[in-house]
C-alpha cells in the first residue's frame, strides 16, 4: 500500500514539473502604451480635441491620454467646447453631456459617447464604415463617430509615440540561468539555478535552391536534405496605408481589393439647409438665385446623395425704419396711414430702402 501512495506522489509531482516547465516556454513581453499629443478636429462646428496638456476651465489642470495597439485608447483629453474627454479602450465620452446617474436611460449618441474602433455605423444612417489607425510614422489617419451630437471627428494631427518593447527570456548562460534581451522560450528556470546549456537546434530551410540545414528553431521548410527546392513567396496582404490600397507583409485580412485605389476615404452626406442671411446657407451650396417685388428666392444643394432645400426671404418688413431718413420723414408725415419698407436686392442699382403706403383699411 505505502509503495503504491509512494508511485502516485512521484506521479503527481512530475505532471506538476511538467506543468511549470511548459508555463515557463512562453516568452515574456514588458510593453507599456505610448502618450498621444497634437489635436482631433470635430468637423460638423471646427472644435478640437486635446490629447495632451493643460486643461479645465482655468486652464491649469494637467491630462493626457495614452494608445495601446492591443487595448486601445486610455486617460482624458480636453475640448474648450465640450469639456472633459474620458477614453476607455475603443470608445470614448464627452463628460459634460448627461450625469452618470442618467447615462442609462438616454441613447448612445444623446450622452457624449464616441466610437474610436473599426466601425460600420457611421452617419446619419447608421452605414458609413470608418475607424482609426497610425502610420508607419505614427502619425494617425481616420475618423471616430460622435453621433448625431458631435459627429465626425478627423484623428488626423494626433500622434501616437510608442515606448519601446522590450523581450526577454531565460538562457543557460556559463551553468547559470540568467534572464537575456530577445524573443525566445525559457530554457531554464528559475533565475539564478544551475543549468546545462541545451544543444543548439537546428530546422531545414530552402537556401540557394537546396535543402539545408540552419541553426535556430524553426519549422522545416523542405526535405530531404540535399534536395532541389524552391524559396516559397512571402506572405503578404493588402492594407490601407494613408488611403492608398497597398501591399504589406504579414499575415492579415484584405483591407482593399485593387493596389493603388484609394480607400479608407469617408464620404459625408450633406443635406442643403438654409440660412437667415440672404443668399447663403448653413449647409450645401448656393444655387438658383432670384427675386421679384416681395421675395428673394435661391436654393441650397446637398452633395453626396443629399437633399436639396429651397429658400426665400421677404422683401416686407412691417413698419417703419427708424434708421432710414425717408421712410421715418413719410411715416411722420401721414400718421393716419400704416407704412412700411421694403429692401430692395443686393444686385439694384439703387440699393437702398424705400417706402410705400398700404392700403388704407377702415374697420366696418
Not at 25 to 51: C, H, M, R, V, W
Not at 68 to 85: A, L, M
Not at 102 to 128: F, P, Y
Not at 224 to 243: A, D, E, M, Q
Amino acid at each position: 500500500m505505502k509503495k503504491n501512495y509512494l508511485t502516485l506522489s512521484l506521479s503527481i509531482l512530475t505532471v506538476m514539473a511538467v506543468f511549470v516547465f511548459f508555463l515557463n516556454l512562453a516568452p515574456k513581453t514588458q510593453a507599456a502604451p505610448g502618450p498621444l499629443s497634437g489635436t482631433a478636429t470635430i468637423i460638423n462646428t471646427g472644435y478640437t480635441i486635446q490629447f495632451s496638456g493643460n486643461g479645465g476651465s482655468d486652464g491649469t489642470v494637467p491630462f493626457s491620454s495614452s494608445f495601446d495597439p492591443v487595448n486601445g485608447f486610455d486617460g482624458y483629453g480636453w475640448s474648450h467646447e465640450y469639456g472633459w474627454i474620458e477614453f476607455n479602450g475603443w470608445t470614448a465620452k464627452a463628460l459634460s453631456f448627461v450625469g452618470t446617474a442618467d447615462r442609462e436611460t438616454i441613447a448612445d449618441w444623446a450622452t457624449g459617447t464616441i466610437k474610436l474602433g473599426t466601425n460600420s455605423d457611421g452617419g446619419s444612417t447608421g452605414t458609413i464604415g470608418y475607424g482609426i489607425a497610425f502610420s508607419s510614422d505614427n502619425n494617425a489617419y481616420g475618423y471616430a463617430w460622435g453621433g448625431n451630437v458631435i459627429g465626425w471627428i478627423n484623428f488626423a494631427g494626433v500622434t501616437y509615440s510608442p515606448v519601446p518593447v522590450i523581450v526577454i527570456h531565460n538562457e543557460c548562460v556559463g551553468g547559470s540561468c540568467v534572464s537575456v534581451n530577445g524573443v525566445g522560450v525559457d530554457q531554464c528556470s528559475p533565475l539564478g539555478s544551475s543549468c546545462t546549456a541545451p544543444p543548439s537546434s537546428t530546422h531545414n530551410e530552402c537556401v540557394g535552391g537546396s535543402c539545408v540545414s540552419v541553426n535556430g528553431v524553426g519549422v522545416d521548410q523542405c526535405s530531404p536534405l540535399g534536395s532541389s527546392c524552391i524559396i516559397p513567396p512571402p506572405i503578404t496582404h493588402k492594407g490601407c496605408v494613408n488611403y492608398s490600397c497597398t501591399i504589406v507583409n504579414g499575415l492579415g485580412l484584405n483591407e482593399c481589393s485593387t493596389v493603388g485605389e484609394s480607400c479608407g476615404v469617408i464620404t459625408l452626406i450633406v443635406n442643403g439647409s438654409c440660412s437667415n442671411s440672404l443668399y447663403s446657407c448653413t449647409a450645401g451650396g448656393v444655387d438658383n438665385k432670384s427675386s421679384n417685388s416681395n421675395y428673394w428666392t435661391w436654393d441650397c444643394i446637398g452633395s453626396n446623395g443629399g437633399t436639396n432645400q429651397s429658400c426665400s426671404k421677404s422683401k416686407i418688413i412691417g413698419g417703419c425704419d427708424p434708421s432710414n431718413p425717408a421712410c421715418l420723414e413719410y411715416c411722420s408725415n401721414t400718421p393716419e396711414y400704416p407704412t412700411c419698407c421694403y429692401v430692395l436686392p443686393p444686385s439694384d442699382p439703387a440699393d437702398q430702402l424705400k417706402c410705400i403706403k398700404l392700403p388704407h383699411y377702415i374697420e366696418n
